[in-house]
């Protein structure tokens, strides 16, 4: 067995993880490389989600009976978790949502209906940039067809990197919001989060970092971060589906409107008018996503009792390691930074002119399972002149083993399509 520094005792993590002894395909073991799709779920977290359904499962907040408030205490004991893994400096920072999509979309709209001076119009800019997720590409095109605000963005290096050589022209004195993604999905690209952060406030513009694919791999320190706002997802950090995060400073949560009206964000309701909770109540109309809440919060228990660091020190040996073997075969193009050095646990690439949907569906048939397509990052395809590409991206719970079996797959599809 291949042996690097810095790895993690995989052995035992992957015993927490009971999919990983899947057999698939007659008898194929699962090798799971998908994880910025999602990442897979722990006992420690099933368990959880197992108890607060069996006993104590009831809607949050007013209620007065024995199951409502062990609900609620689970609920708002989950805030306290996020809020510390994240260094938040205020649990009130923390809004839950169904996903980062969500979040992105909440702050998009708190701008468009904001009062001066946070309100994004026409006499105001927009600025993204090219390697974003469509979450963070779309709610920003329907703002600024909303609104008339002009939407800019950053471009592209030929080595897939950020091209902040115009800086000050794309980010102006008009510029209301900066978002940008901290590690991309597609490139692996870990962005360099201090300059952006730098011109932003040299204008008073406000920064949205999207960290979906940074929560679960790094130590994320959003007060170091020096943002506005911050949102991830829980279902790539060992957490369930149906739960996001997003953290605001909390003078804008208390000076931005909220997106979602109804129960739980109001303070006082007549048929004339309404008065608002504070934050975060004010951003969670409704009934809340109570289990998957509960369920992120153990999911942050469970990483942090492995350590965040012990989790980015393992993911760059296993990222370095497969950078290395993937150049090793024959018509392979990575997309995006060639070396493990400022970039996250996704590599994206090419075979030859083989399509990534035929690799994909040979590298199943071998057990492999990796992800195809645009990956919901379009425009990055295009500005490569690609079609798609085939993307492997990595967990705590990977192995050198796998990535063996990742290589050893790659040259049965090339066998394959002669």
Not at 36 to 44: D, I, K, L, Y
């Amino acid at each position: 067995m291949t042996q690097l520094p810095g790895l993690l005792d995989t052995e035992a993590i992957r015993k927490d993880f009971p999919i990983l002894d899947r057999q698939i395909h007659d008898g194929k073991k699962l090798v799971y490389l998908d994880n910025a799709a999602t990442s897979q779920t722990p006992r420690q977290v099933l368990d959880v989600l197992n108890e607060y359904y069996e006993q104590h499962n009831a809607n949050v907040h007013r209620g007065v009976h024995v199951l409502a408030e062990e609900a609620t205490a689970l609920y708002e004991g989950a805030r306290d978790k996020v809020a510390e893994f994240i260094n938040a400096p205020s649990r009130d920072e923390v809004i839950f949502t169904k996903n980062a999509s969500e979040s992105l979309n909440l702050v998009a709209n708190m701008l468009g209906w904001a009062d001066e001076p946070y309100r994004v119009d026409h006499e105001t800019e927009i600025v993204i940039t090219e390697m974003e997720h469509h979450s963070n590409i779309v709610p920003w095109q329907l703002l600024s067809q909303r609104t008339g605000a002009k939407l800019k963005w950053f471009g592209l290096t030929d080595d897939g990197r950020l091209d902040l050589s115009n800086i000050e022209e794309v980010i102006t004195e008009k510029t209301k919001i900066v978002s940008f993604v901290l590690v991309s999905n597609i490139l692996g690209t870990h962005n360099p989060v201090e300059a952006i952060v730098r011109r932003a406030q040299e204008v008073g513009a406000l920064v949205l970092i999207d960290a979906s694919q940074a929560a679960p791999h790094m130590p994320l320190d959003v007060q170091a971060l020096q943002a506005d706002f911050v949102a991830f997802t829980g279902h790539k950090m060992c957490g369930p589906t149906g739960i996001g995060v997003l953290w605001g400073r909390q003078e804008l949560l208390e000076d931005l409107p909220p997106f979602l009206g109804g129960g739980e964000m109001i303070e006082t309701v007549s048929m004339h008018s309404s008065t608002y909770a504070p934050a975060p109540h004010k951003f969670e109309a409704g009934t809340p996503p109570v289990s998957q809440a509960v369920g992120l919060g153990a999911a942050v228990d469970y990483l942090s009792a492995i350590g965040m660091d012990k989790i980015a020190a393992h993911e760059h040996a296993i990222t370095e390691y497969a950078v290395k073997r993937l150049l090793e075969v024959p018509d392979l193009k990575i997309i995006g930074p060639s070396t493990a050095e400022d970039r996250g646990a996704a590599i994206s690439f090419t075979l030859g002119d083989i399509h990534p949907h035929d690799v994909g569906q040979v590298l199943d048939e071998e057990g492999i399972a990796v992800r195809v397509g645009h990956h919901c990052a379009r425009p990055v395809c295009l500005r490569y002149g690609i079609p798609a590409t085939t993307r492997a991206s990595f967990y705590l719970y990977s192995t050198p083993g796998e990535i063996d079996a990742l290589v050893d797959g790659l040259e049965h599809v090339r066998n394959f399509f002669g």
